[in-house]
């Protein structure tokens, strides 16, 4: 089993409606989840970081967090074109720096 | 949120030879990381490095081909020695830094993308 786990994809949504992409990991002691956005011949970009159980929002972007069943998931409301990008998830086992990343869901946004 | 400055952004490289990159921060950090990204890949740690120490290698990865140097707080360099084709990736400097008051969060530099021919 990978330790971080995301669907490759691709996701395709119409604009306006809402994306989701999810993210299971392994680990049970992993302490903090970051959702990374990368654009095609880009480096990764935070997007949203969560350590607590529930949902964290930001403008658009909803993280969601269930340590119990060991699942991270972002939502996209309102999803424009421009977040057609690779949409990475890392996990943070605790102090080591060491984050763990899955290997990222193709998010499509058409017009 | 740090601030962190790669050099070079891209490379085109001979196989056989060695390029360093270099990793600016505009703020002290304990450790800073270095990643690599293979073409279609996801993110993968090479080494943690620490100030005043030696770096710490993740599993697959050997100091004789990625040499990294740790001079200060606010910068780093990782070698890439006797390129191959193989060594082709993007290659991501990143320290921890300020999340919220939950806890911090990691960083990530433009990168640097390196091709060898």
């Known amino acids: 089993q990978k330790e971080v786990e995301q669907n490759s994809g691709p996701l395709s949504v119409p604009e306006g409606a809402i994306a989701s992409l999810n993210c299971t990991y392994s680990d049970r002691g992993s302490q903090s989840f970051f959702w990374y956005r990368q654009y095609s011949g880009k480096s990764p970009e935070l997007i949203m970081f969560?350590?607590?159980?529930g949902d964290k929002e930001d403008g658009r972007f909803t993280a969601q967090l269930n340590k119990a069943s060991q699942y991270v998931s972002l939502l996209i409301r309102d999803s424009q074109p421009s977040d057609s990008a690779t949409y990475l998830c890392?996990?943070?086992?605790?102090?080591?720096?060491?984050?763990?990343f899955g290997q990222g869901t193709t998010l499509q946004v058409k017009p | 949120s740090a601030v962190i400055s790669q050099k070079p952004s891209r490379d085109i490289c001979q196989r056989g030879t060695s390029l360093t990159i270099q990793c600016q921060v505009d703020s002290q950090v304990t450790m800073m990381f270095w990643y690599r990204q293979q073409p279609g890949q996801s993110l993968t740690l090479i080494a943690t490095?620490?100030?005043?120490?030696?770096?710490?290698?993740e599993s697959g990865f050997v100091i004789d081909k990625f040499p990294i140097s740790r001079p200060n707080l606010t910068f780093s360099t990782l070698t890439v020695s006797n390129m191959s084709p193989e060594d082709s990736s993007i290659y991501l400097c990143?320290?921890?830094?300020?999340?919220?008051?939950?806890?911090?969060?990691?960083?990530f530099g433009e990168g640097s993308w390196l091709t060898v021919v």
């Open positions: 969560i350590y607590s159980n």
């Open positions: 990143s320290v921890e830094g300020d999340g919220d008051n939950s806890g911090n969060t990691i960083y």
């Open positions: 490095a620490n100030q005043g120490s030696e770096a710490t290698y």
């Open positions: 890392a996990v943070w086992p605790g102090n080591t720096g060491k984050l763990i």
